[in-house]
């Protein structure tokens, strides 16, 4: 039971990384970006190749790299080319299925069997013992979080939580909008590759296939983590990913455990949470209004 409380967490903290990617762009910026499945393979395909070679370390900045600059495309089909931007988010996972083969060497899949990656030379040191795991996602997710929340107290991250909030008033300021749509995808794509990257170390392996569905257990991270803490101070935001990421990662490891739902359904059970936390808002509104038509309704007929 311990062991799965502790790979819970250690997936919790590297796929809470997707859920803050969404933040920024679903939350912060209100574009509904579609590239996060290929991008995130791209970053597991990159971290995994340049760790092959012997560099580890630097399989992680590459990665960020690359998932920047798919998020740099995505955005100049959406503000210079025009295209709607859940279409340009399709388009660009498109290409990235090629990106990605062409990363891993043409190959549908790559390993690090033998290798060194980040998780095991810090093992080799001996810090934190048999939670090294834990350590270096929780650290790195952290890390990440706060420098997210840095970068939104600048005057440019201030104008790119303006550019969500209204898009025409930014532009009436003399703020280019094209400018700030362009830097916030490209730092949610960098982060979505950045988990990519280290579960792709975290796993020593990559597919190419991997990155079905992640932005819906992204969504499904961040809608369970605004459940319970709310959504109105972006700080409140950045910590309501982690704990939604971690909280969904619990779920799957009980129903896992307990086999209360066959394996082949989890993708099932996922969209449906998904779905509920989405209309939960509804859902109150309509239980609210039945509640005060019954109550009228019972005062008449006294």
């Known amino acids: 039971m311990l062991l799965i409380t502790q790979t819970a967490l250690e997936l919790g903290f590297l796929y809470a990384l997707v859920a803050m990617a969404l933040f920024l762009s679903y939350r912060i910026l209100d574009i509904a970006d579609l590239t996060t499945d290929g991008c995130f393979v791209l970053g597991a395909a990159v971290s995994v190749?340049?760790?092959?070679?012997?560099?580890?370390?630097?399989?992680?900045p590459a990665a960020m790299a690359a998932g920047a600059c798919a998020g740099f495309v995505?955005?100049?089909?959406?503000?210079?080319?025009?295209?709607?931007?859940?279409?340009?988010?399709i388009v660009t996972n498109t290409g990235l299925y090629t990106v990605n083969l062409m990363a891993m060497g043409w190959k549908s899949n790559s390993s690090l069997l033998g290798v060194d990656t980040i998780f095991t030379l810090l093992r080799d040191t001996g810090f934190?013992?048999?939670?090294?795991?834990?350590?270096?996602?929780?650290?790195?997710?952290?890390?990440?979080?706060?420098?997210?929340?840095?970068?939104?107290?600048?005057?440019?991250?201030?104008?790119?939580?303006?550019?969500?909030?209204?898009?025409?008033?930014?532009?009436?300021?003399?703020?280019?909008?094209?400018?700030?749509?362009?830097?916030?995808?490209?730092?949610?794509?960098?982060?979505?590759?950045?988990?990519?990257?280290?579960v792709g170390q975290y796993q020593r392996t990559v597919d190419i296939n991997s990155g079905t569905g992640i932005v819906v257990i992204g969504l499904a991270c961040l809608i369970i983590g605004e459940t319970v803490l709310g959504r109105r101070t972006v700080v409140k935001g950045v910590i309501a990913v982690m704990v939604g990421s971690v909280i969904y990662r619990f779920i799957y490891a009980i129903v896992f455990y307990t086999k209360v739902v066959p394996v082949d359904c989890l993708k099932l059970l996922t969209a449906v949470i998904v779905a509920l936390a989405i209309a939960a808002p509804t859902i109150k509104k309509w239980a609210a209004f039945q509640k005060r038509k019954l109550a009228a309704g019972r005062k008449g007929g006294v």
């Not at 100049?76 to 025009?82: A, H, I």
């Not at 830097?183 to 950045?194: I, K, P």
């Open 128 to 198: 934190a013992g048999e939670w090294h795991k834990l350590v270096l996602a929780a650290g790195v997710t952290i890390l990440a979080g706060v420098l997210l929340l840095l970068f939104l107290g600048t005057r440019l991250g201030l104008s790119i939580r303006a550019t969500g909030d209204n898009r025409d008033m930014v532009r009436a300021s003399s703020i280019n909008p094209t400018f700030t749509i362009t830097v916030g995808l490209c730092v949610a794509n960098a982060l979505t590759a950045l988990s990519g990257a280290m």
């Open 74 to 89: 995505t955005a100049f089909l959406q503000t210079r080319l025009g295209v709607p931007s859940i279409l340009a988010g």
């Open 49 to 60: 190749t340049v760790a092959a070679a012997g560099h580890p370390f630097l399989a992680i």
